[in-house]
């Protein structure tokens, strides 16, 4: 998709109104929230931000016919309605390990209950080296938490590769008896939408906030021919975001397979992919099974420069410190 600067260029007055109509909403639903308090040990949801005044026109369709979901594409009753009639289940696996427990889980935990799936029955898995600091959150009656032990790993890098090895061995069994969807997402994200049915799959993949307008030429996808995920640009579509995927639980189980084959083959050879687990998610999604369902960066957003070109974001990067986070 070609980035649209001309159109950029006009909105550039209206940008500018979007931040001063966003911070004069957040004070306005900060004051009224002040009233209506969570229970103290739970942090304050911060304001939605309004719909977009411009954003670019985009693909609602993939080259393959796979959906993709932005807001304006779908009926939100009609999916809700269905899905609540069958029953449906869907589940979040989550890990929560070393410093990402203290700083990222309690809004993760507390967004997810206001925004994830209202309505429906759900299980949040957390997966962490430190059960006994998870939070205590007060959950809606129809959302449930399982909290399971990992190892501790000290690299950043090995803990995202290895959740491909702890999602079959501990998330999968459990969550093909309990739901009939799963999302595996980053826990250093916070949600700010509804966040529904219509993101539900066999296989879905979140497009990638910050690469997703620009030429495949800039994604970066692995190019060292010797790495198990090396994907050729003329075979691929799409970036995805490897903080969100899902599906159901025979998808996931090929998806993380694959992926773990791949990094064992590059550790075997000393060799480690440029963006780890992703590569190897992409790899998997470009070459051996495309997404049947695709998120659009409504979906997944960075929090300092949404207002350019969404609708309406359903979730957003936590704020982060790399260094301090990964040391």
């Known amino acids: 998709m070609k980035v649209p600067y001309r159109r950029i260029s006009?909105?550039?007055?209206?940008?500018a109104l979007s931040y001063f109509i966003y911070w004069k909403s957040l004070i306005s639903v900060k004051q009224e929230t002040s009233r209506n308090l969570l229970p103290s040990t739970q942090p304050q949801q911060e304001a939605a931000p309004p719909s977009l005044l411009c954003y670019p026109d985009v693909p609602t369709v993939s080259p393959w016919g796979a959906p993709i979901v932005w807001e304006g594409t779908f009926d939100p009753e009609e999916d809700f309605r269905l899905h609540h009639e069958r029953g449906t289940v869907v589940g979040i696996s989550v890990f929560a390990v070393g410093k990402y427990l203290s700083r990222y889980l309690l809004p993760f935990l507390v967004s997810a209950n206001q925004h994830f799936m209202p309505g429906l029955k759900c299980v949040i898995y957390v997966v962490t080296d430190q059960p006994s600091a998870v939070p205590s959150v007060s959950l809606r009656p129809d959302l449930n938490l399982v909290v399971l032990r990992c190892p501790s790993r000290t690299r950043w890098q090995e803990i995202s590769m290895m959740r491909m090895k702890d999602l079959p061995e501990l998330v999968f069994p459990l969550a093909k008896e309990q739901v009939d969807y799963l999302f595996c997402m980053d826990v250093d994200q916070v949600f700010i939408g509804r966040?529904?049915?219509e993101t539900l799959g066999d296989l879905v993949a979140q497009l990638h906030s910050g690469l997703y307008p620009w030429n495949k030429t800039y994604y970066t996808y692995e190019q060292d021919p010797r790495s198990a995920a090396f994907t050729p640009l003329?075979?691929?579509h799409y970036y995805y975001h490897a903080a969100v995927f899902g599906g159901t639980i025979p998808h996931l189980v090929n998806l993380t397979s694959s992926c773990l084959r791949g990094i064992l083959q590059d550790r075997s050879k000393g060799l480690e992919a440029v963006w780890h687990d992703e590569s190897h998610l992409n790899r998997y999604l470009a070459l051996e099974a495309?997404?049947?369902?695709i998120l659009s960066p409504e979906y997944c957003w960075m929090s300092w420069d949404w207002f350019?070109?969404?609708k309406k974001p359903k979730m957003r990067w936590a704020q982060k410190n790399y260094k301090n986070m990964r040391s």
């Open 10 to 15: 006009l909105c550039a007055v209206l940008v």
């Open 195 to 197: 966040y529904g049915p």
């Open 308 to 310: 350019l070109w969404l």
């Open 290 to 293: 495309l997404p049947s369902k």
């Open 234 to 236: 003329e075979k691929a």
